[in-house]
């Protein structure tokens, strides 16, 4: 652990790729079951902001609003559309999620990344932003 030097910040570094994607598989090896064995094929991705295909096809131009995106077709609808071409993928997005937990503060960084990679299961599972929406404020 870096310890913090009375000058300040100086030595501390930003997260790794690689440090948010152990922390996001942590997380997803925390979930209860049966989720976790329900979003066992999902592969986690972890990136530093969406690429600009995937912002123009969202709609943003701020990379800095999209945190995390779930690409797949849902588990509620894989038996009509037969097996899936391509694995279910999560992206989560690092500077993004760490601009986010930079403004809100009170929850650590762990938790927020947790938080962002639960919502994108919840896309897996086929729930709307909304669906999540109701399920977090229960």
């Known amino acids: 652990m870096t310890q913090i030097t009375p000058s300040?910040?100086?030595?501390?570094?930003?997260?790794?790729?690689?440090?948010?994607?152990a922390v996001a598989r942590a997380a997803f090896d925390?979930?209860?079951?049966?989720?976790?064995?329900?979003?066992?094929?999902?592969?986690?991705?972890?990136d530093?902001?969406?690429?600009?295909?995937?912002l123009?096809?969202?709609g943003m131009e701020d990379p800095f609003e999209l945190t995390g995106l779930?690409?797949?077709?849902?588990?509620?609808?894989r038996d009509s559309?037969?097996?899936a071409a391509e694995p279910s993928r999560i992206f989560l997005y690092r500077r993004p999620i760490l601009d986010e937990w930079c403004e809100?503060?009170?929850?650590?960084?762990?938790?927020?990344?947790?938080?962002?990679?639960?919502?994108?299961?919840?896309?897996h599972f086929g729930l709307t932003d909304?669906?999540?929406?109701?399920?977090?404020?229960?």
């Open 8 to 21: 300040g910040w100086t030595d501390l570094t930003a997260p790794s790729l690689d440090d948010f994607a």
């Open 30 to 46: 925390a979930l209860p079951e049966p989720f976790r064995s329900l979003s066992g094929e999902v592969v986690i991705r972890v």
């Open 48 to 54: 530093d902001f969406a690429d600009e295909a995937t």
């Open 56 to 58: 123009a096809e969202m």
């Open 70 to 77: 779930y690409h797949g077709v849902d588990i509620g609808r």
């Open 81 to 83: 559309l037969g097996p």
């Open 104 to 123: 809100h503060g009170g929850i650590t960084l762990s938790e927020l990344i947790a938080h962002v990679l639960i919502h994108e299961i919840g896309h």
């Open 130 to 138: 909304d669906d999540i929406d109701r399920v977090e404020a229960d």
